[in-house]
Structure formats: C-alpha cells, structure tokens
C-alpha cells in the first residue's frame, strides 16, 4: 500500500483536532467511539468519517453510511439520523486536520534526508530535517530553512528558501528571467542578478518555474501555495497566502499583496498590481490593477459581475439575425 | 543518422499493411514494385510512399512525384497518373502502419532496459521488456506492466500504470494534488491518499503532471493520447481513446467519458462531466457539462456553432459606432 | 553572493560599451568619473548606473538619484540636475551592455564543462566550450556547437544546435511529436523521423517542450528566444530574432517568419504561416494568418485595434437591458 494510516483514532481524539459547534453534546457520547479512516462521501463506512464541502454533491450527505460527517451547520438536517454529526463552518480544514491525525506521513521512501543522487553544492546550507529527493539539483549559495522538502528533479539556484516549504517534482526555481534587448542586430541578454526570496510553508508545484529577479529580487510570502505548470516572471513579489492553481502565468514585476487568489491558467500582464484579497476567474487575462477584494474575469480582465453580462449579452446577440447600431465611417 | 530504417517494402508487403479499396487491382501490379522510404508529399520521391490527409494541401497531390501515394478515394484524380494511389478512407491510420514497417523502432540508444542513473525503489514492480531512461525515479509500491517505456527525467510515484505505455521525458505522476484548507490561519494541506491509474497503450507528455487522488483515484483509460505539459488534477477520471492536446489543464475531480478531444490549451473546471465524444476547441473554458458528441468552443465554452455566430456577431459589433440597447440601472 | 562583479568601470569604459547620443558631451568630462555597480532606478546610487525604459515609472526618474542615468532623449528632462543622462533611443540594449561588462559572468558553479552526473551518448558531438550542467540527458548523434549552455535536467535527443546557445535547465528538445490515428480501434503511433534544427544564440526557456519533426523538421533560427513552459509542436518552423513568451503553445506544422512576437499564452493553430515581424497580444488564440508587421489580439485573433473595439463595444453591451436585433429563426 502507498499510504501507512494510523491504526485509529476516538472521538475524543477528533474533538481535538477541530472545534466543532456540537463539541459539548459530541463529548458526552464520546466514550466508546472510535473511526478507523477518513473516506470519500459515497464510500465512508461505519468505521469512517466522511466530509462534505461542495454544495454540488448534496445528495450524497443524504445517502452517506459514514460513521461521522463533517458538515456545515446549513446541511446538518441533510445526513442521515445513524451518521454522527461533526458540525463546523470551515469544514474542510477539520477534515484536513482530522486526515492529517490518520496520515501523518503521507509519503514512503523519503525517510533518507537527501538521495545520494542529489547534488548539493558546498557553499549551499540546508537546514535541520530537510530532505532533497532523486536528482535534484541545489546551486551555490542557495539557503533553505528547516524541514523542507524538495522532490525528485527539481533545480534550485540564486534562492533563499524559508523553513517547512515543499518543492514539487521538476520545479525550477531560480533560473534567469526572460530579459534582453531585441532588434535588428540581434538579442542581448540582460545580466539576471536578482535572487528568488521565498518564506515559510510555501508549497511550488511540479514542474512550475519561478525566475530570480533582475535588477531586484522575485518573492514569495509565507503560506503561499502554487500549482503545478505555473510560471512567476522575474522581480514578481507575491504576499501571504495567495493561492495561484495551475498553468497560471504572472509577467514581469506584478505585485500581489496578500491573499491574492488566481484561478487555473489566468495570465496577468507584467508591472501590474494586484492589491489584498484579489481574485480572478480561471483563464482571466489580466492587463490592469485589481482593487482589494475585487473578482474579475475575462479577457481583458473586468470585474466579475461585468464579465457575467457581457458573456449572456454576448449569447443573446448571436441569436440575433443582424446587429444593429449606426456604421462606424473607420 | 537518428532513425534506423527498413531497407525496402514490396508493394505486397505494403498491402498486408492496411486495408487499401483498390488492394485487389494493386495486387495484380504487385510484383517487382518495391518501397524505400516513407516521405512528405512534397518532397517524396519514385521509390518513396507518400501520404495526403490535410485538405488544406490539395495543391500538393498534384505536384505529387512519389511512387505512392496514401489519399482518400474522394481525392484520387487529383493524383498525376505516374503515382499509384491507395486508396482508403483513413489514410492517416494506413500511413501510421506502414511508416511503423519501415521504422520498426525509430528511437535509438535504448536498448538497455534500466539506464544505471535511474532510481527505482526496491518495492517497485516493472513488467517484462519495460525500458527505463536516465536519472528517472520510480517510487515504492508503483507498479508499471509490460514493454512501457519511460523517458529520460520522468517521475512515478502513487501509480498503477498498465501495459505499453509510454510516459515521455520530464513527465510528473503521482504526485500530491493541490488540496488544502486556506484562511487566516494560514494553509493547512489535506494528505492526498489516492493513486494514479493508468490503463494499457497510453501516452503522457513531455513535462506533462497527473496529481494522484485525494480520497479517491486519478484514472487514465486505455489507449488515450495525452501531450506535452498538460496538467490533470486530483481525481479526474478519462476514459478510453481521448486525446488531451498540449497545455491543457483538467481541475479536480471532472469526468471524461471515452474518446472525448480536447484542443491545445483548453481549460476545464473541476467537478464536470464531459461525455462520450464530446469534444472543445483549442482554448476554451469549459465551465458546464458537454452533452455526448458535442464540440463546444469560448471562454466560457457554449456549443461550437454558437461560438462562430459570437464571433461573427462582435466582428460585426466592433464596426458599429454605438451599441444600442435601453441603458440598466445598475 | 550569487553573483561576481567587476570592481568598477569608468565613465570612458561606459562611452566604450553603448553610443550615446551626448557622448561628445560626455567624454569631455570622463576623467575621473567611476561606477561600481548597475542598480534599479528606485534604488540606484551615486556610485550606480541606472536606465529608465518603461513609461510607466516615468516618476521615478524624477527621484533619480544614480550617478548616471541611461534614458531616451525625450525624458531627458525629467532626471534631477546631478545626475549624468547617458542619452539613447535604445536604453534597454545599452544597459544590457553594461550590465555585461559588470556581470561578465552571472552564473556561479558552472565552471567545470560537462558535470560527471550529465550522461552525454558516445555519438553526441558537443562543440569546444560548451557546458552541461547537472543529470543533463543528451542523445545519441546530436550535435551541439561550440559555447553552449545546457542547465541541469535539460534532455536533448535527435537535435542538432548551432552556437552559444542556451538551454534552460529541464527543457525537453526532440522527442516524438504528437502523431498518431486515432479512431474506434485505438491509436496507431506514427513514427517521428523528423529532427530539430536550432540556430546559434537560441535561448530556450525552462521546462520548454519542442518536439522533433514527424517526416520533415523542426526548425528554430539564430537569435531566437523562448520562455519558460513553451510548446512547439513537430514540423514548426520559426525564424530569426523571434520572441516567444511563457506558455505559448504553437501547434504542428505552423511557420513563423522572422521578428515574430508572441505574448505571454498565445495559443497557435496547427499550419499557420505567420508573416515577418506579426506580433500577437498575450492570450491570444490564432487560427488565422497574419500578414507582415500586423499585430492582433483575442480569441479567435483579430487585427489588434479591431480587438480593443470589441472589448469596448462589449462593455457597452453589458450595459444595456437588453440586446437589441430581429430574431434569428434558426
């Protein structure tokens, strides 16, 4: 099997892993109860618990045999009356505790702290518990904190690296960023002697490449966490807790201020500025400032709402045999 | 030279090849008649087989200078008489076999089975006649049946992997999907304790990256084509026969049925269920359910003729010199 | 530090590198004047050059306060009084050539040719000074010229590459492209016996795929650059001193002219020709042509200002109440 699972785990066990709002009336039946894994909605057993967090899939709380879902308060009179009800606004971060306690090492083979065919040159530092996978590459000079984690093929130069972070398989981070002067006499590359500055708990997905700055340095804030096949321009500066999904491409020089969420394959213009709590629908194309909190969508990006018009507006007027309004003379 | 090749083909050994409609006209002329190399139409030569299969060339059937030539019956007079014809229906699976005969293996230097640089845990299991490449890394439990070949740089992990697959350079299997709780406490990721299932006859692009499942498993069918630096989320499920064109990106969980075609760069969204046949332009943004058999296009995608009449539309649109309509409120 | 530095430069060695259009000017008072570094405009100082190519930092060039400035004649104006205007029409080559002279080598570690982990085939010719980094792959009968750069991961097969090129570390040059039949009796490979043909000073982007030619080649020429996460599908031919953005993908068969530029995730269809000096904005989708010199933009690609009429026109439109236009019956 590819997963080693804590044998089990009480009830009493799950209440302190997460705060439910029906901990008081959980704890006093807790004696006795015990889960032995956590499970797919449609699969969970008596023995399991389950977890619900798409309102798409509603109708599989009604048909759930789990011994103990957890739900959103709004969906409790949903499950079924045997299933144990574990009640919580943020219910997928108490099932990822709760499958954190029942895997707490989801990985085999990595109990070697760096794979002899990792080459790590001298001059870079390491730091306590960090483990460097098959063929990795880390360049000189390169530092990276505590309890790391860096995958089989992944290359990592000109980079400060903070503690508990974990590089994908095949990211490359660190490279020089697309710089150079083009014309008739041909390209001249610009010298790249920015770094890459990443904080801590920042997860780089597989095969994404994050290019060291220029003149200044690219960064990445603490608790960031990037998808696979994402690609991050020199000097981008990037804050706390963003979440950037696949296929994502950020140009040159954008800031993203804290909490900046990017969906699957939006691409965002260089030298912009993507202020606190931003959001873009996937596939947004980017090309001006977002303000704090602000959604958008499309292509060129504008806020979401907009973009919802102009998509059902954009349906009615092909139904329409001509389109009407005055010739432009242009 | 790259490629080792056939010294000659008959024209009987050609017709054993493929089903051609004038095969039994062919075989009286067979004898004596003999193949050297499989060319472009452009640059095919007497002693050469060529082959026609885009509309878009109609002019070069005409110039046409090979000994044969592979084209659809509806394309036959156009051929200069000196040529002979092979006549079929689907020329590109005609030509694909006897290229195949005359390029029994067109990649060298593999002839060694495991590359030395290659690192497969001892736990891992590889079917008879499986080629592994340089500085690969297979992890424990993964299981790969017969004659695959995996390429130079490839990663496998979390994975059940049929036979006769081949898994191209720089490809990321089996690696934790992109899932975790985020909030002002920052993220705290949910194990991802699912595998990747891979059937028979599948092909996994360069640099391409399959997450493993979360509670469930990714599952990849029999016989479908994926290209390069393509992205497949946790627990997408494909069937037999699609063909998934470069850069696409697949969110969590989606369903594709058996022989669906995605074009390049195409996004879909997670948790949808694209059935039998259906098919998406290069570039779309699928965002709903594809019905069977239906080809859809845009951002977001809407059934492919309504496409082209959006298209048309804002073309129209983009010349006039006010868009008229009542003004909204809001 | 990540990067060696030349200890300083005088302002006769400036004149030396870049023309000026003052530098009649300037060498007059040459004597005596150093610099020890090139820093970014916000933060260069009085030992510091600095440049100014983006409009949109006009501001910072009034706070200014390097010891010289390299800006376009026009802004001239702008810098403060004591700082030196190193006048030219082309301020981003003339600090790419300075900042060479200060950073004649920017890359630490590499200073030992070919890295003992690299695997280089017996048959692979590889040019005098040419460098291979670390798990590099590089297959049988390719050749590659002389002062090359290969970073660590990258895999090489069935290519030959002229001089002083670049490839960045895991980018995957010459595997098969994606060719094959496909119908209900599953899919038929055809064999790729093309090759890839790189010009001299091509930079190729990390984790980049370009796949080999099916019967003819893939051909990149001299001075072109290519991004990170590009993909270039089997039989592409690109010219000269084109300029190919991150996660473009251009499909089989297409050819770009010379100059040609492609925005960040362009997408291009398969058997396009795109003419001298097209420009596409980034995200477009190209099914069509473009001729020489014309630059387009959106999904499908349309003539650039035609592009922003649309967006405009549909902003509008989201506007109204509701489309107005006769029905269309179908």
Redesign the interface.
């Known amino acids: ?3 080693e699972k804590a044998e089990k785990l009480s009830l009493a066990d799950v209440l302190q892993l997460a705060s439910f709002e029906n901990a008081d009336a959980l704890k006093e039946q807790a004696g006795g109860i015990f889960f032995t894994d ?3 909605l449609t ?1 969970a057993g008596s023995e399991d618990i389950a977890f619900h967090h ?1 309102e ?1 899939y509603k109708s599989q709380i009604t048909d759930c045999r789990a011994g103990a879902c957890i739900v959103h308060p709004k969906h409790k009179d949903l499950l079924p009356q045997n299933v144990l009800p574990l009640l919580t606004s ?1 219910p ?2 108490a ?3 709760i ?2 306690a ?2 707490p090492e ?1 990985i ?2 990595t109990q070697e702290l760096i ?1 002899p ?1 990792a ?1 790590i ?1 001298p001059t870079a530092e390491l730091g306590k518990g960090t483990r460097v ?3 990795v ?1 880390i ?3 390169v530092r990276i904190g505590e309890l790391c984690r860096i ?3 992944a ?1 990592i130069v ?1 980079t400060h690296m903070g503690a508990k972070c974990h590089v ?3 990211a ?1 981070i660190g ?2 960023g ?1 710089g ?14 920015g ?1 890459v500055i990443i904080g801590n ?1 920042v ?1 780089i ?3 994404t ?1 994050i ?1 060291r700055g220029s ?2 340095d690219t960064v990445i804030g ?2 960031t ?1 990037i ?3 994402v ?1 991050i ?1 020199h000097n981008v500066q990037i804050g706390k ?1 963003c ?1 950037i ?3 994502v ?1 950020i ?1 040159g020089s954008t800031i993203l201020e804290d909490y900046v969420a990017l969906g ?2 939006v ?1 965002v ?1 260089g ?1 912009l500025h993507l202020k606190k709590g931003a959001q873009a629908a ?2 947004s ?1 980017i090309m001006r400032d977002i303000e704090p909190g602000q959604t958008v969508g ?3 990006a ?1 806020p979401i709402r ?1 973009w919802h ?3 059902s ?16 003379e242009g």
Do not use: C, W
């Open positions: 099997m590819f997963f956590v499970k797919a699969e798409n798409k943020t997928q971060r099932f990822a505790a499958s954190q029942f895997y989801e085999h083979g794979h065919t080459v040159h996978g098959h063929h590459y360049g000189p000079y995958d089989a093929g290359v000109h994908y398989t095949g490359r490279q020089a697309f150079f002067a083009m014309d008739e006499k041909g390209p001249l590359n610009i010298p790249q002697i770094r708990q997860d997905g597989a095969n490449t290019d003149l200044r603490d608790g966490r998808d696979n096949l690609q321009g807790g979440i999904v696949s296929q491409g140009a699957g394959q691409g213009s030298h996937a596939k194309g499309g292509i060129p504008v907009q018009q102009q998509n507006k954009l349906g009615q007027l092909a139904k329409t045999r001509r389109v009407q309004g005055d010739k432009r």
